[in-house]
């Protein structure tokens, strides 16, 4: 009977844990450790984060689903890795104290750590920022945002800032939703007049989004994703600063500096800005005691795995093999990692230093439905190694498609949102000679109507898919 561990319970773990569960689950002992007892459906929580969705709705608990699975369930927080002896050091939830999951195979798929500290004065807690990035940090975000509403329905003006909180930051796209929410609550309540709203970002330029931008072609145009982005906020009256790294936060200011080397500064009333995602920062240890940490992630804490790592970005960009196609830690193949918790070979999007040293580059970002196609495969190539001793599944990032719709009001009516298709993820120049390196024909944007109803459906799809209730395996992660 071979062990498998899984820590963290998101896109990745939870379809991972599913295909797990279905193909072993009765005969192997599949465990998945979380930090908490439920599963969090991230994209709604940017509704949450402006009152238009109850935070109930995006979460389920995940030991009836693992009950049905044949799944063991441990809460609780996996702090080190004993890589030879083959064990998950985990801190558990209920007071119990540490706990060893032994494992013969272990997923990593621990999502990002939010690194506020990062960035002085950044995030709710001990800073002066608000975030969406967890499900009680947009429960508190709508709070502070219904108090700033509350001013200006007193009369007073208000300013809004939204963007990243730091250089490397990634995750523009959930940013860029809550933004265009705002805007669509502020006009909904009459108020729309009363704000003035700014996006300030990281990204080389409008519409990067950590993956160097899209071009598509639209009738013998070719349009870009700067151009879509600058034409939604033109429309909806909002400002932008692009090319700037917040170096830190005050009370009503925050502080940055632009691609020149040129420091500035932004004020605000009310500001939601991601911070920099880092990895799970797990300790390794070997047989010996030895800590292995830097052979087994990179500095961020990101787990290594089957890339190729050290080429500079110009080689990179020119190097789509570059990119893990089975995610698997090239030490101990026992190991693999999948979501944001991998570490990638480099950014996407061309990096930038500026004169003062400061890399200011938006990180590539591993969205949902690219963690819950790499938990499908590392999860298919475990059932492959148990069953079969071979892996017989992979798929790079510069193989695969990615679709993204960034809703810009909730309303089944008035809403509206942009759907963006994007393939391959990582531009693959070898087999797409364009300038972009991606297929013209399936990249797309759009948007409209249909977009908001399609955001509505894939919140209930994915939340019915991920609780593994019947036809789960027909909805494409
Ligand atoms: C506000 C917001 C909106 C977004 N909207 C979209 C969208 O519309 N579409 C899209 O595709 N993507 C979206 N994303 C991105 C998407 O949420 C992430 O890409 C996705 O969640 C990553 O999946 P993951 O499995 O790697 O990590 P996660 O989903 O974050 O899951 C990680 C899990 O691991 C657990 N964990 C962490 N550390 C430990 C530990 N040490 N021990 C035990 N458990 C641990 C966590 O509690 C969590 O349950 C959004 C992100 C945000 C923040």
């Not at 599949?30 to 979460?59: A, L, R």
């Not at 702090?79 to 064990?87: E, S």
């Not at 071009?215 to 939604?232: A, L, Y």
């Not at 409209?448 to 609780?467: C, E």
């Amino acid at each position: 009977m071979a062990k498998v561990v899984v820590i963290g319970a998101g896109f990745a773990g939870q379809t991972a844990a599913l295909y797990l569960g279905s193909a072993l689950g009765k005969q192997h002992d599949i465990t998945v450790i979380n930090k908490y007892d439920v599963f969090g459906y991230t994209p709604s929580w940017v509704w949450v984060g402006v009152g238009q969705m109850n935070p109930e709705k995006t979460t389920f608990k995940l030991k009836p689903v693992y009950d049905k699975f044949h799944i063991n369930f441990l809460q609780g927080t996996a702090t080190a890795i004993y890589t030879d002896d083959q064990y998950v050091l985990v801190e558990r939830s209920d007071g119990g104290g540490e706990e060893k999951a032994a494992y013969d195979y272990l997923l990593i798929a621990t999502g990002a750590k939010l690194n506020f500290a990062g960035t002085p004065g950044l995030g709710p807690r001990d800073g002066y920022t608000s975030s969406i990035c967890s499900l009680p940090h947009a429960i508190d975000t709508r709070d502070r945002l219904f108090e700033t509403i509350a001013r200006m329905e007193k009369g007073e003006r208000q300013k809004i800032v939204v963007g990243t909180g730091h250089p490397d930051a990634t995750c523009q796209g959930a940013a860029f939703e809550y933004i265009t929410n705002i805007h669509k609550l502020l006009e909904k309540r009459g108020l729309r007049d009363k704000a003035d709203l700014l996006w300030l970002s990281n990204e080389r330029a409008l519409g990067d989004f950590g993956v160097r931008g899209l071009h598509i072609k639209k009738k013998g145009q070719v349009m870009t994703s700067d151009n879509f982005i600058r034409s939604v906020f033109d429309l909806y009256d909002i400002d932008w600063q692009v090319q700037k790294g917040v170096r830190e936060v005050e009370p009503g200011k925050i502080y940055w500096e632009d691609y020149e080397g040129a420091e500035g500064e932004t004020d605000f009333d009310f500001t939601m800005l991601i911070p920099q995602f880092l990895g799970p920062g797990f300790t390794y240890y070997d047989k010996d005691g030895n800590d292995i940490t830097s052979k087994m992630a990179n500095k961020g804490g990101f787990v290594l795995v089957d890339a190729i790592y050290g080429l500079d970005w110009d080689t990179l960009a020119e190097t789509p093999e570059a990119w893990p196609a089975v995610y698997q830690n090239r030490t101990y193949k026992n190991i693999f990692a999948a979501g944001i918790a991998f570490a990638p070979p480099g950014s996407i999007s061309r990096p930038h230093v500026n004169p003062n040293g400061l890399s200011i580059t938006a990180a590539p970002p591993r969205t949902g439905m690219i963690s819950g196609i790499i938990g499908r495969i590392t999860a298919l190539n475990i059932i492959d190694l148990i069953k079969r001793g071979r892996m017989t599944h992979a798929e790079r990032m510069s193989e695969m498609a990615a679709a993204c719709i960034a809703s810009m009001g909730d309303s089944l009516w008035d809403g509206s949102a942009a759907t963006i298709v994007i393939y391959p993820v990582v531009p693959d120049p070898r087999t797409y000679p364009n300038e972009q390196g991606r297929d013209m024909f399936v990249t797309d944007m759009e948007m409209g109507l249909a977009g908001a109803w399609m955001k509505r459906m894939i919140h209930s799809t994915f939340m019915h898919k991920l609780q593994g209730r019947i036809g789960w395996k027909f909805v494409p992660e």
